[in-house]
Nanobody, 119 residues
Framework: QVQVAESGGGLVQAGGSLRLSCTAS????????VDWYRQPPEKQREWVAG???SGVSSVTGRFTVSRDNAKGPVNLEISSLKPEDTGIYYC?????????????????WGQGTQVTVSS
């Protein structure tokens, strides 16, 4: 079983920046892609940014997804924070698990981390 956990959320002021981390744990697995989503209050979950498991960083506007090393967490950095960035941020990890020599796909979500931006 692969487990995913987000961390780094909190209360920040508008204009600041924040770094969230997504950690996948388990045995015998590889990551194909990591995506970050967010769910603002009373709205639907929406895609924010993503990157391949190979570690090539991705920049989408104010959102940068990166990985310090092949085994480390996948980070989401948000710059110039706005009150509308408030919400629960989720990490979705897709990849392959090696179960007794058979590669099986997995698609796991974390529990989310709350980000609140004050004006």
């Amino acid at each position: 079983q692969v487990q995913v956990a987000e961390s780094g959320g909190g209360l920040v002021q508008a204009g600041g920046s924040l770094r969230l981390s997504c950690t996948a744990s388990g045995t015998s697995f590889s990551i194909d892609h990591v995506d970050w989503y967010r769910q603002p209050p009373e709205k639907q979950r929406e895609w924010v940014a993503g990157m391949p498991g190979s570690g090539v960083s991705s920049v989408t506007g104010r959102f940068t997804v990166s990985r310090d090393n092949a085994k480390g967490p996948v980070n989401l950095e948000i710059s110039s924070l706005k009150p509308e960035d408030t919400g629960i941020y989720y990490c979705n990890v897709r990849g392959l698990r090696n179960i007794r020599g058979t590669l099986l796909p997995f698609d796991m979500w974390g529990q989310g981390t709350q980000v609140t931006v004050s004006s």
